[in-house]
């Protein structure tokens, strides 16, 4: 590749902009026609060349766009091309038709290309979701953790024995499931207020996948009994802020969490 083509590539790249001016979420970029100066997100910074207005379009350095805007830049050799890609969210909605997000669920759920199922749920009680977790918990390199709220178990034990007897089924499976130590189930039970909730309604998948709601992995929450609202998020960064949020929970500095496994009267029956 010669100097000019390095220059055109490395350099420049066409912005379809009628202003001098470019946005990305909250980050602002000014160039002025002609000069080297520029302003970067609040930051005065110096241009390789200065920006260039060819036949109505802008032209500003490839580079220095990318990196002001916290865009991915990559470089094809064999196309002799360069590429920018902002990094957006996808978000798709789930509402009215409760069985699309179950349909949706199971699928991101059973999708055996993910290797790590994090879980925070209010009520997790729907068959379907929990033998799909059950199924991909028998795998060696999965990660599934969830945590749900204590209330759960003294709830169920008293007042539905289906729904207690479905939850400590699939806990003490996933414990028997385990080969790696990776799955597990552990019990958010607020010490200091009884009426203190863990109502917090997440999925993550993976490294980049959100799901997030209304609706309680339940019979109502599922099946068109109530009026719901879920999404699912596509986002990096914002699934790593998810990730903190869980991992905090998880690791319980206020010491809320117990184990049901280890409070049932009788011990989880260990398959041979």
Request: charged share 30%.
């Amino acid at each position: 590749m010669n100097n000019k083509q390095k220059l055109m590539v490395g350099l420049l790249v066409v912005i379809a902009l009628l202003s001098s001016v470019a946005y990305a979420g909250e980050k602002k970029v000014v160039v002025t026609l002609g000069k080297k100066e520029a302003v970067a997100n609040g930051k005065k910074v110096s241009l390789d060349v200065p920006p260039q207005l060819v036949n109505g379009t802008l032209m500003v350095p490839f580079r220095f766009m990318g990196e002001s805007l916290g865009a991915n830049i990559e470089w094809n050799k064999k196309s002799g091309t360069a590429s920018l890609a902002m990094e957006t969210p996808t978000i798709e909605m789930y509402t009215e038709k409760n069985k699309a997000s179950l349909t949706k669920l199971k699928e991101l759920i059973e999708d055996k290309n993910t290797k790590r199922i994090w879980i925070e749920m209010y009520e997790l009680t729907d068959s379907d979701i929990l033998d799909s977790l059950k199924k991909r918990a028998e795998e060696k390199d999965i990660d599934i953790k969830i945590i749900l709220d204590y209330r759960q178990h003294n709830d169920y034990a008293e007042s539905d024995n289906a729904k207690y007897s479905r939850m400590v089924d699939f806990e003490c499976n996933l414990e028997n499931a385990r080969n790696n130590k990776n799955c597990e189930v552990r019990w958010w039970q607020f010490c200091n207020d009884n009426y203190q909730k863990l109502h917090r309604k997440i999925f993550l998948f993976g490294k980049d996948t959100i799901w997030i709601g209304s609706s309680n992995i339940s019979h109502y929450g599922l099946y068109d009994k109530n009026k719901e609202i879920n999404l699912k998020i596509v986002d990096s960064k914002l699934a790593s802020e998810f990730e903190e949020i869980f991992k905090k929970d998880w690791c319980d500095p206020d010491k809320n969490i117990c184990q049901l496994v280890e409070n049932l009267e009788e011990p989880c029956p260990k398959q041979p």
